[in-house]
T-cell receptor
Protein backbone atom coordinates (compact mmCIF):
# COMPACT_ATOMS: atom_id res chain seq x y z
CA UNK A 1 0.00 0.00 0.00
CA UNK A 2 1.60 3.25 -1.19
CA UNK A 3 -0.53 5.48 1.05
CA UNK A 4 -2.03 7.26 -1.97
CA UNK A 5 -5.77 6.85 -2.35
CA UNK A 6 -7.86 7.25 -5.46
CA UNK A 7 -11.60 7.13 -5.92
CA UNK A 8 -13.54 5.71 -7.58
CA UNK A 9 -11.77 2.50 -8.59
CA UNK A 10 -13.96 2.04 -11.62
CA UNK A 11 -16.08 4.43 -13.62
CA UNK A 12 -18.33 3.69 -16.57
CA UNK A 13 -19.89 6.58 -18.42
CA UNK A 14 -21.09 7.65 -21.84
CA UNK A 15 -19.54 9.82 -24.52
CA UNK A 16 -20.09 13.52 -23.98
CA UNK A 17 -20.30 13.20 -20.21
CA UNK A 18 -18.09 14.72 -17.51
CA UNK A 19 -16.43 12.88 -14.64
CA UNK A 20 -14.27 13.78 -11.66
CA UNK A 21 -11.48 11.60 -10.35
CA UNK A 22 -10.19 12.16 -6.86
CA UNK A 23 -6.77 11.60 -5.30
CA UNK A 24 -5.41 11.99 -1.79
CA UNK A 25 -1.61 12.06 -1.49
CA UNK A 26 0.46 10.35 1.18
CA UNK A 27 0.56 12.08 4.50
CA UNK A 28 3.18 14.83 4.35
CA UNK A 29 3.46 14.93 0.56
CA UNK A 30 2.74 18.26 -1.09
CA UNK A 31 2.86 17.24 -4.74
CA UNK A 32 0.32 15.41 -6.83
CA UNK A 33 0.94 14.16 -10.36
CA UNK A 34 -1.66 12.77 -12.75
CA UNK A 35 -0.91 10.15 -15.39
CA UNK A 36 -2.96 8.36 -18.03
CA UNK A 37 -2.24 4.78 -19.05
CA UNK A 38 -3.76 3.55 -22.29
CA UNK A 39 -2.91 0.67 -24.62
CA UNK A 40 -1.85 2.87 -27.51
CA UNK A 41 -0.14 5.76 -25.66
CA UNK A 42 1.32 3.93 -22.69
CA UNK A 43 1.88 5.86 -19.46
CA UNK A 44 1.73 9.59 -20.04
CA UNK A 45 2.23 12.46 -17.63
CA UNK A 46 -0.71 14.84 -17.59
CA UNK A 47 -0.18 17.51 -14.92
CA UNK A 48 1.67 18.29 -11.68
CA UNK A 49 0.39 20.31 -8.72
CA UNK A 50 2.46 21.41 -5.78
CA UNK A 51 0.85 22.81 -2.63
CA UNK A 52 -2.19 24.00 -4.53
CA UNK A 53 -0.42 25.48 -7.54
CA UNK A 54 0.04 24.06 -11.01
CA UNK A 55 3.72 23.27 -11.57
CA UNK A 56 3.93 21.54 -14.91
CA UNK A 57 1.75 20.35 -17.74
CA UNK A 58 2.32 17.32 -19.89
CA UNK A 59 0.11 15.85 -22.59
CA UNK A 60 -3.13 17.02 -21.05
CA UNK A 61 -6.06 17.72 -23.35
CA UNK A 62 -7.92 21.02 -23.10
CA UNK A 63 -11.05 19.04 -22.15
CA UNK A 64 -9.21 17.92 -19.02
CA UNK A 65 -8.46 20.05 -16.00
CA UNK A 66 -7.21 19.54 -12.49
CA UNK A 67 -6.89 21.32 -9.20
CA UNK A 68 -5.37 20.75 -5.80
CA UNK A 69 -7.26 21.87 -2.73
CA UNK A 70 -5.99 23.35 0.56
CA UNK A 71 -6.15 19.91 2.20
CA UNK A 72 -3.84 18.77 -0.66
CA UNK A 73 -6.25 16.33 -2.26
CA UNK A 74 -6.54 16.72 -6.00
CA UNK A 75 -9.27 16.25 -8.56
CA UNK A 76 -8.94 15.55 -12.27
CA UNK A 77 -11.94 16.65 -14.29
CA UNK A 78 -12.56 15.05 -17.67
CA UNK A 79 -15.26 16.59 -19.84
CA UNK A 80 -16.86 15.97 -23.23
CA UNK A 81 -15.64 12.41 -22.91
CA UNK A 82 -14.72 10.43 -25.99
CA UNK A 83 -14.24 6.70 -26.48
CA UNK A 84 -10.50 7.27 -26.64
CA UNK A 85 -10.45 8.66 -23.11
CA UNK A 86 -11.02 5.15 -21.78
CA UNK A 87 -7.89 4.43 -19.78
CA UNK A 88 -6.41 3.86 -16.36
CA UNK A 89 -5.78 7.15 -14.59
CA UNK A 90 -3.15 7.24 -11.89
CA UNK A 91 -2.21 9.88 -9.44
CA UNK A 92 1.12 9.88 -7.70
CA UNK A 93 2.39 11.89 -4.79
CA UNK A 94 5.80 13.28 -3.95
CA UNK A 95 7.22 15.17 -1.03
CA UNK A 96 8.20 18.52 -2.56
CA UNK A 97 7.80 18.23 -6.30
CA UNK A 98 11.47 17.71 -7.08
CA UNK A 99 12.55 15.46 -9.97
CA UNK A 100 14.84 13.41 -7.73
CA UNK A 101 11.99 12.35 -5.50
CA UNK A 102 10.24 9.04 -5.74
CA UNK A 103 6.66 9.30 -6.88
CA UNK A 104 4.32 6.90 -5.11
CA UNK A 105 1.35 5.83 -7.16
CA UNK A 106 -2.22 5.25 -6.15
CA UNK A 107 -4.19 2.18 -7.27
CA UNK A 108 -5.68 4.03 -10.23
CA UNK A 109 -9.16 4.76 -11.54
CA UNK A 110 -10.23 2.69 -14.51
CA UNK A 111 -12.44 4.77 -16.79
CA UNK A 112 -14.58 3.20 -19.49
CA UNK A 113 -16.37 5.50 -21.89
CA UNK A 114 -19.16 3.81 -23.85
CA UNK B 1 13.21 15.96 -25.49
CA UNK B 2 13.72 13.04 -23.16
CA UNK B 3 12.89 9.53 -24.24
CA UNK B 4 12.95 6.06 -22.71
CA UNK B 5 13.12 2.92 -24.82
CA UNK B 6 12.33 -0.57 -23.60
CA UNK B 7 12.86 -2.61 -26.72
CA UNK B 8 11.69 -5.89 -25.21
CA UNK B 9 7.92 -5.90 -25.39
CA UNK B 10 7.55 -9.32 -23.81
CA UNK B 11 9.93 -11.82 -22.24
CA UNK B 12 9.00 -15.32 -21.18
CA UNK B 13 11.31 -17.48 -19.08
CA UNK B 14 11.03 -20.55 -16.93
CA UNK B 15 11.13 -20.16 -13.17
CA UNK B 16 14.62 -19.94 -11.64
CA UNK B 17 16.16 -18.54 -14.81
CA UNK B 18 17.90 -15.17 -14.68
CA UNK B 19 16.41 -12.44 -16.82
CA UNK B 20 17.56 -8.95 -17.79
CA UNK B 21 15.22 -6.15 -18.79
CA UNK B 22 16.80 -3.46 -20.95
CA UNK B 23 16.26 0.28 -20.68
CA UNK B 24 17.89 2.92 -22.86
CA UNK B 25 17.26 6.61 -22.31
CA UNK B 26 17.87 9.89 -24.10
CA UNK B 27 18.33 13.23 -22.38
CA UNK B 28 20.17 16.47 -23.00
CA UNK B 29 20.59 17.14 -19.29
CA UNK B 30 23.60 16.22 -17.21
CA UNK B 31 21.45 15.88 -14.10
CA UNK B 32 18.62 13.38 -14.31
CA UNK B 33 17.05 10.53 -12.41
CA UNK B 34 16.08 7.04 -13.46
CA UNK B 35 13.44 4.81 -11.95
CA UNK B 36 12.04 1.31 -12.29
CA UNK B 37 8.44 0.50 -11.46
CA UNK B 38 6.61 -2.83 -11.41
CA UNK B 39 2.98 -3.23 -12.47
CA UNK B 40 1.63 -6.63 -11.39
CA UNK B 41 -1.63 -8.01 -12.84
CA UNK B 42 -3.57 -6.21 -10.12
CA UNK B 43 -2.66 -2.94 -11.85
CA UNK B 44 -0.94 -0.77 -9.28
CA UNK B 45 2.48 0.75 -9.95
CA UNK B 46 5.08 -0.27 -7.40
CA UNK B 47 8.32 1.66 -7.01
CA UNK B 48 11.47 -0.47 -7.21
CA UNK B 49 14.50 1.81 -7.45
CA UNK B 50 15.71 5.35 -8.10
CA UNK B 51 19.17 6.24 -9.48
CA UNK B 52 20.88 9.64 -9.86
CA UNK B 53 22.83 10.44 -13.01
CA UNK B 54 25.98 11.14 -11.01
CA UNK B 55 25.93 7.81 -9.18
CA UNK B 56 26.97 4.96 -11.44
CA UNK B 57 27.30 2.35 -8.72
CA UNK B 58 25.38 -0.77 -9.44
CA UNK B 59 22.81 -1.79 -6.89
CA UNK B 60 21.64 -5.13 -5.59
CA UNK B 61 18.53 -5.77 -3.55
CA UNK B 62 17.93 -9.42 -2.91
CA UNK B 63 17.31 -11.11 -6.26
CA UNK B 64 17.12 -7.74 -8.02
CA UNK B 65 20.09 -5.85 -9.42
CA UNK B 66 20.49 -2.78 -11.57
CA UNK B 67 23.30 -1.85 -13.94
CA UNK B 68 23.58 1.86 -14.76
CA UNK B 69 25.98 2.82 -17.56
CA UNK B 70 26.10 6.46 -18.61
CA UNK B 71 28.42 5.67 -21.51
CA UNK B 72 25.67 3.68 -23.20
CA UNK B 73 22.71 5.56 -21.62
CA UNK B 74 21.38 2.34 -20.21
CA UNK B 75 19.82 1.34 -16.92
CA UNK B 76 19.20 -2.40 -17.06
CA UNK B 77 17.39 -4.50 -14.50
CA UNK B 78 18.24 -8.13 -13.74
CA UNK B 79 16.18 -10.60 -11.78
CA UNK B 80 18.16 -13.58 -10.54
CA UNK B 81 16.46 -16.93 -9.97
CA UNK B 82 13.13 -15.63 -11.21
CA UNK B 83 9.89 -16.63 -9.52
CA UNK B 84 6.31 -16.77 -10.75
CA UNK B 85 5.49 -13.79 -8.50
CA UNK B 86 7.89 -11.70 -10.58
CA UNK B 87 5.45 -11.87 -13.48
CA UNK B 88 4.43 -8.28 -14.20
CA UNK B 89 4.98 -5.38 -16.53
CA UNK B 90 8.15 -3.47 -15.67
CA UNK B 91 8.58 0.19 -16.54
CA UNK B 92 11.71 2.26 -16.73
CA UNK B 93 11.24 6.01 -16.27
CA UNK B 94 13.26 9.22 -16.51
CA UNK B 95 12.95 12.49 -14.61
CA UNK B 96 14.84 15.65 -15.48
CA UNK B 97 15.58 18.84 -13.62
CA UNK B 98 13.47 21.81 -14.74
CA UNK B 99 15.10 25.22 -14.95
CA UNK B 100 13.18 26.27 -11.87
CA UNK B 101 14.11 23.09 -10.05
CA UNK B 102 10.71 21.49 -10.21
CA UNK B 103 9.57 18.24 -11.73
CA UNK B 104 7.88 17.79 -15.09
CA UNK B 105 6.65 14.33 -14.36
CA UNK B 106 8.14 11.01 -15.29
CA UNK B 107 8.76 9.94 -18.86
CA UNK B 108 8.01 6.23 -19.06
CA UNK B 109 9.13 3.56 -21.46
CA UNK B 110 6.47 1.34 -23.04
CA UNK B 111 7.18 -1.39 -20.50
CA UNK B 112 8.34 -5.00 -20.71
CA UNK B 113 5.84 -7.72 -19.95
CA UNK B 114 7.71 -10.41 -18.04
CA UNK B 115 6.15 -13.85 -17.87
CA UNK B 116 7.66 -16.38 -15.50
CA UNK B 117 6.45 -19.89 -16.26
CA UNK B 118 6.43 -22.50 -13.50
Amino acid sequence: DSGVTQTPKHLITATGQRVTLRCSPRSGDLSVYWYQQSLDQGLQFLIHYYNGEERAKGNILERFSAQQFPDLHSELNLSSLELGDSALYFCASGLAGRPQETQYFGPGTRLLVL
Amino acid sequence: AQKVTQAQTEISVVEKEDVTLDCVYETRDTTYYLFWYKQPPSGELVFLIRRNSFDEQNEISGRYSWNFQKSTSSFNFTITASQVVDSAVYFCALSELQTGGGADGLTFGKGTHLIIQP
